[in-house]
């Protein structure tokens, strides 16, 4: 069974960059047929998708934040991560990665999330 842990900071001051990784086991990021992404959760927003990279390494981010996220993996690891910069205290909340599998459209496995804490 896959297993993915996220791994971050947990207290950020604005305007900072947050980097947070999630390092999967029981399984190859490079597996076809399977996307990692990340989400956060926050009781203003809800959960949020933020992101995706595939088992290719093409990534792709949700539009609010494109121009402040930048995923990637390092497949000698077996991880990938999510870079945010210029974080606000909104950005503030739970940070899941979990794994997509395509066939069936299911994200079948989840992190058990970090919090991020955006403050002075």
């Known amino acids: 069974q896959v297993q993915l842990q996220e791994s971050g900071p947990g207290l950020v001051k604005p305007s900072q960059i947050v980097s947070l990784t999630c390092t999967v086991s029981?399984?190859?990021?490079?597996?076809?047929?399977?996307?990692w992404s990340w989400f956060r959760q926050s009781p203003e927003k809800g959960l949020e998708w933020i992101g995706v990279?595939?088992?290719?390494?093409?990534?792709y981010s949700t539009p609010s934040l494109k121009t402040r996220t930048s995923i990637s993996r390092d497949t000698s690891k077996n991880l990938f991560t999510l870079q945010l910069s210029a974080v606000t205290p909104e950005d503030t909340g739970v940070y899941y990665c979990?794994?997509?599998?395509?066939?069936?459209?299911?994200?079948?496995?989840w992190g058990q999330g970090t919090q991020v804490t955006v403050s002075s």
């Open positions: 979990a794994r997509l599998r395509l066939f069936g459209w299911v994200y079948d496995d």
């Open positions: 990279i595939h088992y290719s390494g093409r990534n």
């Open positions: 029981g399984g190859s990021i490079t597996t076809n047929g399977y996307w």
